[in-house]
């Protein structure tokens, strides 16, 4: 696998779509699009709060009319599915095929490119999303993401009202800091054509942890003798249910803690494409430490 971009090749004066733009991920590749000079407009479901220099698009991805508007004049698309279920994303590909502009689709690192069926519906809707963009002939560049650390931004509300994490457990897998994830994005939405590179570039962190592991290196960094509680499903069931969590959305998180398998594949994907290795898990919650206060 080439390097894909370094700052001299990439294009100037890109024109760029980001989907999810508000979410974890997605606010920190707006940002660094930014940085290099890029225009940016989001698709957002919601109306988000302005944000100087990004142009807002309001609507549902699944809309081919809403995502007509959001293609006009774009070079490259940030793309992030957020539905569990594939079947209505034939308009979403259809319009990106007419527009044409380059896909960098968000997939997982838990596909099992050997097995016909994945592990769980999250899994498998990635594994869905890309085959539909290749069958559509896209030539998508896919970067499949192994576990984001910020997914520990849900636990904030259980540390500041005491020391102990509840909730499901999952397998191991090798946490990568969603910051990696957002460079190594930019770098293939802002590549020069001939760096191209479709992978899939697997993203990974620097170690394999447990969610017993990314307490504790959270418990370091807040300086507290932080503990992990592993639930039984039908209490995070009920728990995840009674916060207001679609009930689909349970049962695919409940169905990844039961399935999934460990994965203890750590790889140099994210040097090779941003230049640098990927950060740990302990020097993200040293950074982010103040919002688990």
């Known amino acids: 696998m080439p390097d894909t971009a370094r700052s001299a090749d990439r294009r100037p004066g890109s024109s760029i779509l980001v989907t999810g733009a508000t979410g974890n991920l997605g606010r920190e590749v707006v940002h660094r699009l930014q940085a290099h000079g890029a225009h940016v407009r989001s698709l957002t479901r919601h109306q988000p709060a302005p944000r100087a220099g990004v142009e807002p698009v309001v609507g549902d991805l699944a809309?081919?009319?809403?995502?007509?508007?959001?293609?006009?004049?774009?070079?490259?698309?940030?793309?992030?599915?957020?539905?569990?279920?594939?079947?209505?994303?034939?308009?979403?590909?259809?319009?990106?095929?007419?527009?044409?502009?380059?896909?960098?689709?968000?997939?997982?690192?838990?596909?099992?490119?050997?097995?016909?069926?994945?592990?769980?519906?999250?899994?498998?809707?990635?594994?869905?999303?890309?085959?539909?963009?290749?069958?559509?002939?896209?030539?998508?560049?896919?970067?499949?993401?192994?576990?984001?650390?910020?997914?520990?931004?849900?636990?904030?509300?259980?540390?500041?009202?005491?020391?102990?994490?509840?909730?499901?457990?999952i397998a191991r897998t090798a946490v990568v800091d969603e910051r990696d994830v957002a460079d190594a994005a930019v770098a293939v939405l802002l590549a020069q054509h001939d760096r191209l590179d479709q992978g899939p570039h697997l993203l990974t962190g620097p170690e394999v942890l447990s969610r017993a592991d990314q307490v504790a290196r959270l418990g370091a960094a807040l300086r507290r003798p932080l503990r992990f509680q592993a639930l039984p499903d039908d209490l995070a069931r009920s728990r995840m249910l009674a916060d207001g969590r679609p009930e689909p959305l349970v049962e695919a998180l409940i169905a990844a803690s039961v399935r999934r398998p460990e994965s203890n594949r750590i790889t140099d994907h994210v040097e090779r494409l941003t230049g640098r290795p990927a950060g740990t898990f302990a020097k993200w919650a040293v950074d982010h430490a103040a919002e688990f206060s």
């Open 63 to 169: 809309d081919p009319a809403v995502v007509r508007e959001a293609l006009g004049g774009i070079d490259a698309v940030f793309l992030i599915w957020p539905l569990l279920d594939s079947s209505s994303a034939h308009g979403l590909v259809a319009e990106l095929n007419a527009a044409a502009p380059r896909v960098v689709y968000l997939s997982t690192t838990a596909i099992d490119d050997e097995a016909a069926r994945q592990s769980d519906p999250i899994v498998q809707v990635h594994m869905d999303m890309e085959a539909l963009l290749h069958g559509a002939g896209l030539r998508p560049v896919v970067l499949r993401s192994d576990t984001l650390a910020s997914n520990t931004r849900g636990w904030a509300p259980q540390l500041r009202a005491g020391d102990m994490v509840s909730g499901l457990d």
